[in-house]
């Protein structure tokens, strides 16, 4: 099957541009988390009223961004702040449309599933990560914590395209069936969404443990939702992923499960979930220990995404680097 190697070359265009984007949009989020709010302090001023009499009034005033933040007191937006907020989602967006025609073109130059590998693996993960992120940012006030989440999403992506990168080719015989499109876009889908609550679990930990370093987070109340409710939807697709790669299993090497190495972790990962989201509705588990919970679960996935394939040796290992 031949290549298209010009629009290989424009998805490699499209997908570095993307990183761009990104790091730049990240860099306005971190604006935004440093300058967001300014803080309103009451201030006490004296006021005479009669002859001989005097009445004491607190008068609300702006403190300079730089100045020590205390966690229960009242805080305006920065309108500056604000406006390249706004700007670093439209960058978002800009990029996630790159990136998607960095995939889009990757499978119209190789006339298959743009996922075939650990670096369009990766990007696909990644892509669905920051899709993810935007949809969440129209349900909760979340904004300038994008930096905390395109972090990881750039760490991965540089990663992808200097160390995983994979010129464009058909891949591996194993490989050609239609469960390539079902079982691994399902374990990416469900992948890459998990990624947000794992970042927004860490955050919640910092802002219950170490509030004097975390002022400007969100809310606790609103860090924990944001990741339980995201868990919730990620989890029946991942779930649906691994069945789908035993159903594929047991089509290619005769046997559902064998207990493979990242079929292991896959598991392990799968229960770790389970049990995040049953401690949630039936034993009342919230907070820190729900958040640590659902970060093992995350670290489990990176763990799987990265060692499995790239150390050991096992079933997966054709996935190719």
Partial sequence: ????????????????????????????????????????????????????????????????????????????????????????????????????????????????????????????????????????????????????????????????????YTTAAPVQPALQSYWLVIHVFSIALGSGMVLVPGVVSVLYLLKVRKPSWATRLPDATVLDQVAYRTTVFAFPIYTAGVIFGAIWAEESWGRFWGWDPKETVAFIAWVVYAAYLHSRATAGWRGGRAAVINIVGFAAMIFNLFFINLVTTGLHSYAGV
């Fill in 1 to 164: 099957m031949d290549v298209n190697e010009t629009l290989s070359q424009y998805s490699d265009w499209c997908y570095g541009i993307a990183v761009g984007a990104y790091v730049v949009a990240m860099l306005f989020y971190l604006y935004e988390q440093a300058f967001g709010y300014k803080r309103r302090v009451a201030v006490r001023t004296r006021e005479l009223v009669t002859v001989g009499a005097s009445a004491e009034s607190d008068e609300l005033v702006d403190e300079p961004d730089d100045a020590t933040d205390v966690a229960d007191e009242p805080r305006e937006r920065n309108g500056r702040a604000e406006r390249i907020g706004k700007l670093a989602v439209s960058l978002t967006v800009f990029g996630v449309l790159l990136h998607f025609s960095a995939l889009a073109l990757r499978g119209l130059a190789t006339q298959r599933a743009p996922w075939g590998n650990m670096y369009e693996f990766g990007a696909l993960l990644c892509l669905v990560a920051v899709t993810t992120w935007l949809v969440v940012l129209r349900k909760y006030p979340v904004r300038h914590l994008g930096v905390w989440v395109l972090l990881p999403v750039i760490a991965l992506m540089f990663l992808g395209g200097v160390v995983l």
